[in-house]
């Protein structure tokens, strides 16, 4: 237990932003006994002091402010609080950090990592310091309130000799009368103790007799006292049975030739003093050593420094470290060693055999009052350092009983003395280190032993923390390498991933391509046409599914971005209310779309990817529904006053929006909930189902972590599921928003239109094909090359408007010819400039700012690959496979092309609005009215997955019930063969 003066525990305050350090710092000082009370700031700090000031305070540096030396400064500005001690414990170990420690007014500074002993240690020693200083300060006060009581007495003493009398008996202190010639006159017969015996006269006696060779220094006093007729304070010391007493006294005139001489033993105040002159001179050399030691990382520097910054601090002749081998025999690892005296390092290993005589004294020793030699190792595993024993202590070898063979051992190294302290590393005893007294025995200073034990902590601190170092390099150099090896695999997934990409889209552009083509063949059946619409949907189908795939692999790249954009919320979840309502009345469900209160019309988010998930969850809350209902719910997490919703326009406007689906299904078994977000994985619902890949859910996922949330899922088994996920997003105005405009199909160029020169790049013949119909049909002039260099060479001979470029194609490759290109008509640009400022307007026949359009044509899935395609110079891209209405739509953006449209019949726009608009009821109102036969052929044909026997039973169908047959084909369409066969109860 740490008391302090009063017998309480001493109170100290912990100031540390960090609530680890701040909690292991109470820790360890409450088990010492300690008194504490930790705040997390210097705010805190300063409130806490004026509260109640405390006996020492650990202050942290780096805090939010007021900081560490801001919080010292203030404490030391009050003169109430200006003595509390203050150990600043910080990260920060620069010698300016430490020096603007010190000069705030800081008593010591322990730098981070700590060792809680260290800690414990200084703190120990600021409060003893402390306590000395106050006892000094109260013992100063007293003597100048006592001298003051004095000279008050004196004057009592003229009119009252018993008072005096009376009043001396009970002083301990020594009064006597001088007179100018420093004889002894009178004595007050006080109790001095040391000075000289009770009933001794001294009446008579000279100064120097009483005061020996100072006798002249004291006669000195006198006359400056009798001179200037005021007290003279001074101090000295006397030899007393062979030990020095200290004095203060006061030579007070009485009259003119007469002084009074009072003078008191402050031996005890003398020796606290030196105490604490001791210390701050160790703590002084410990901090040098320490500040050498913690200069290098090097092992082999750090003992070199210590041995020989210790043997400076100590004075002695000779300090060694002394290392373990796993044997226990051992080496010496490093040593400082005055020039008289014969090195030991020349030797490599000490080889003196162990102790093996049962009855040496040092089989026996325990504890720390005993002593060890330093090499008892090997039979011994250890000696006692290895059970606890901080150090061992020697002032004279030949009277510590020791065995001769340990002598003699003591006697090689010139040893007459010696410390010896354990240096553990961790948990285990790496060495000793030794400091040895050649010159004669010594009887070592407790200072001087702490020292030892200190510095001998810090050598097993320097050494974990070089193993430490040691075995982060290794780390590193593994985890380098690691790196090295994953960069590797995810280049070659990613040229894998382009390479399937390019492989996969090429020839789904061909076969999209070319049924789109011939869709506008006019002379074509109707037969052909549905024929080609249903190659068509196959495709996008497919599309689809590959899409999924690449997806996955490409979030498992890293390779996925986040594409911000302003839409309409309402308009969105609208939609696919319409889109899903039909696939769940099928089903006999109900689908609900529950809205908050304040949600805003006009967000700025993912749209793409928020409506994919929403449709990937929606799709299969219905799928694994039977009976009950499936339920959408938007919410904000805080909702707006609707004063307010309407001002959120601005780009800095962060909400949160919550989405929960909710479905009534028979739920999802606790051991499979974590299959749902892994690829490929499927629960036993989802096997038994039989549709989809498993990649629905883990690409929802990671989505949702792209907008800056996580779909977290729960369930009951026989009563459903709930999937719930946030989302952040950024409100927005209804002028930032883009309407969509509807698809139209192209028929040709509108008339009087210019020559527009396409040419297309692209080493597929089928690709090249493909193009070549698409723009021949609506009127364009179309070139082809079949790689890049023939490319440049027609852009040089022909002169394009518009470049169709393949990305991937051999003898040279799209960038690089786009490079050419745009290169080409740089320099052709300068030396238009530069004939046209000489008057030379004929040397070439192009403008100036003549640039050709570049669409780049990639089958690439990844965002960063089509960025280097746009750096290379293309103005835009197309991603294979394209739609033909994207593309014509692009050539008219750049180069101004006008078209003639295809208009929709009045009689199939009425058709498509009626067929949205169908209720659950009227749907199946309209199938009852159809003959039974016909509706089972149409179950029938669905559960063969016959879309074509489907198609061909809905042109039986009445125009009347259109709206009918526009809903049952755009499910056939879509492979939905399952809700057919629910509303025609086939299943």
Avoid at 363 to 389: C, H, P, Q, W
Wanted: aromatic residues 6%; proline residues 4%.
């Amino acid at each position: 237990m740490s008391l302090s003066k009063t017998g309480l525990p001493a109170n100290i305050l912990v100031v540390d932003d960090d609530p680890n350090n701040l909690r292991l710092l109470t820790d360890v000082l409450r088990r010492r006994g300690y008194g504490v009370r930790p705040v997390l700031n210097g705010r805190l700090a300063l409130a806490a002091v004026r509260a109640e000031a405390p006996d020492l305070i650990l202050l942290d540096i780096m805090m939010p402010p007021p900081d560490g030396y801001e919080v010292c400064s203030q404490l030391k500005a009050d003169e109430k609080n200006r003595d509390i001690p203050v150990i600043f414990l910080s990260a920060l170990h620069e010698a300016f950090d430490k020096v603007k420690a010190f000069s705030v007014g800081g008593v010591d500074y322990i730098t981070k990592p700590f060792q809680a002993e260290e800690v414990l240690a200084r703190i120990e020693n600021k409060l003893n310091i402390g306590r000395l200083q106050k006892e000094l300060r109260e013992q100063n006060e007293r003597l100048q309130l006592e001298i003051r009581e004095r000279q008050l007495m004196e004057e009592k003493l003229r009119s009252s000799q018993d008072e005096i009398r009376g009043f001396f008996e009970a002083m301990a202190d020594i009064v006597i009368m001088v007179d100018a010639g420093g004889n002894t006159i009178k004595f007050a017969p006080t109790n001095p103790g040391k000075l000289y015996p009770p009933g001794t006269d001294i009446i008579g006696k000279t100064v120097e007799e009483f005061f020996g060779e100072r006798g002249e220094i004291v006669r000195g006093y006198i006359r400056k006292a009798l001179d200037a007729q005021q007290v003279v304070n001074c101090e000295y010391s006397l030899e007393f049975e062979g030990e020095r007493v200290w004095f203060s006294a006061s030579i007070a005139p009485i009259s003119e030739n007469t002084v009074a001489w009072v003078a008191r033993d402050i031996s005890d105040r003398k020796k606290a003093e030196e105490a604490l002159r001791e210390s701050a001179e160790r703590e002084k050399a410990l901090f040098t050593v320490i500040q050498k030691m913690r200069q290098s990382l090097d092992i082999e520097t750090i003992f070199t420094a210590t041995t020989s910054e210790l043997r400076q601090v100590i004075n002695c002749d000779r300090v060694l470290i002394y290392q373990f081998n796993p044997d226990w025999s051992g080496k010496f690892a490093a040593e400082s060693v005055g020039s008289e005296w014969n090195p030991m390092m020349r030797n490599d290993c000490l080889t003196v055999p162990a102790v093996t005589d049962e009855s040496c004294a040092l089989k026996n020793l325990r504890n720390a009052s005993d002593f060890v030699r330093d090499t008892y190792l090997e039979s011994t595993r250890g000696g006692i350092y290895n059970r606890g024993i901080h150090y061992l202590a020697v002032a004279n070898i030949y009277e510590a009983e020791f065995a001769s063979c340990y002598i003699e051992l003591l006697e090689r190294l010139q040893a007459k003395a010696y410390i010896a302290v354990p240096i553990f590393c961790g948990e285990k005893l790496w060495g000793l280190l030794a400091t040895y007294q050649n010159r004669s025995p010594r009887q070592w200073k407790e200072a001087e032993i702490s020292t030892v034990v200190h510095i001998g902590n810090q050598l097993g601190i320097a050494l974990q923390q070089a193993e430490l170092l040691a075995q982060t390099q290794r780390q590193s150099e593994a985890l380098q390498k690691a790196v090295l090896a994953a960069d590797a695999a995810n280049r070659a997934k990613s040229e894998f991933l382009a390479s399937m990409s390019h492989e996969l889209r090429t020839p789904l552009n061909a076969i999209i391509g070319f049924s789109q083509i011939m869709s506008r063949d006019s002379s074509l059946s109707g037969e052909h046409q549905k024929n080609l619409e249903i190659i068509n949907r196959a495709g996008e189908h497919l599309l689809c599914l590959i899409d999924d795939i690449l997806e996955v692999s490409k979030i498992e790249a890293g390779r996925t971005t986040f594409n911000e954009s302003i839409f309409d919320l309402l308009q969105l979840l609208d939609g696919l209310d319409k889109m899903l309502q039909l696939k769940a009345a099928s089903k006999g469900l109900q689908l609900r779309f529950e809205y908050g209160a304040g949600i805003p019309q006009y967000v700025k988010t993912d749209a793409g990817k928020l409506r994919q998930v929403l449709i990937n969850l929606l799709g299969n809350a219905i799928k694994f529904t039977q009976v009950g209902r499936v339920t959408l719910r938007v919410s904000l997490n805080c909702p707006l006053p609707v004063k307010e919703k309407t001002q959120l326009t601005a780009e800095s406007d962060k909400l949160t929006l919550h989405f929960e689906v909710e479905d009534t299904g028979s739920g999802i078994a606790p051991e499979e909930i974590h299959l749902l977000f892994e690829a490929f994985a499927q629960t036993e619902a989802g096997r038994k189902s039989q549709q989809g890949t498993g990649l629905g859910l883990p690409i929802s996922q990671k989505y949702v972590h792209l907008m800056g949330g996580e779909i977290k899922a729960s369930s009951t088994s026989g009563q459903g599921s709930l999937f719930a996920f946030d989302i952040q997003i950024r409100s927005a105005g209804v002028e930032e928003v883009q309407s969509a405009q509807p698809s139209r199909k192209v028929i040709r160029l509108a008339p009087e239109q210019p020559e527009y020169r396409i040419l297309v790049a692209d080493d597929i013949a089928d690709s090249r094909l493909l193009l070549l119909k698409i723009l021949t049909a609506i009127g364009f002039s179309v070139r082809e090359a079949a790689n890049g260099k023939e490319a440049v060479q027609c852009w040089q001979d022909w002169q394009p408007h518009l470049i169709l470029m393949d990305m991937q194609m051999p003898v040279m490759d799209g960038c690089e010819a786009t490079r050419q290109i745009r290169a080409e008509e740089r320099q052709r640009g300068e030396l238009q400039l530069a004939a046209g400022a000489l008057g030379d307007s004929e040397s070439s026949g192009m403008p100036a700012d003549a640039k050709t359009i570049i669409f780049a044509l990639t089958a690439s899935a990844f965002d960063e690959q089509r960025q280097m395609i746009l750096s290379a110079g293309c103005d835009d891209f197309l991603s294979k496979p394209f739609q033909a209405e994207v593309l014509l739509e692009k050539i008219s953006e750049y180069l101004g092309v006008q078209y003639e449209w295809e208009q929709e019949s009045a009689a199939a726009e009425q058709n498509k609005a009626q067929a949205e608009k169908l209720t659950d009821s009227d749907l199946m109102n309209l199938l009852s009215e159809m003959p039974p036969e016909w509706v089972a052929q149409v179950g029938d044909a669905a559960s063969e997955g016959s879309d074509d026997r489907v198609l061909e039973l809905l042109e039986q169908i009445p125009a009347e019930k259109a709206a009918l047959a526009s809903a049952l084909r755009d499910l056939a369409e879509n492979f939905q063969f399952g809700e057919i066969m629910q509303l025609t109860g086939a299943e």
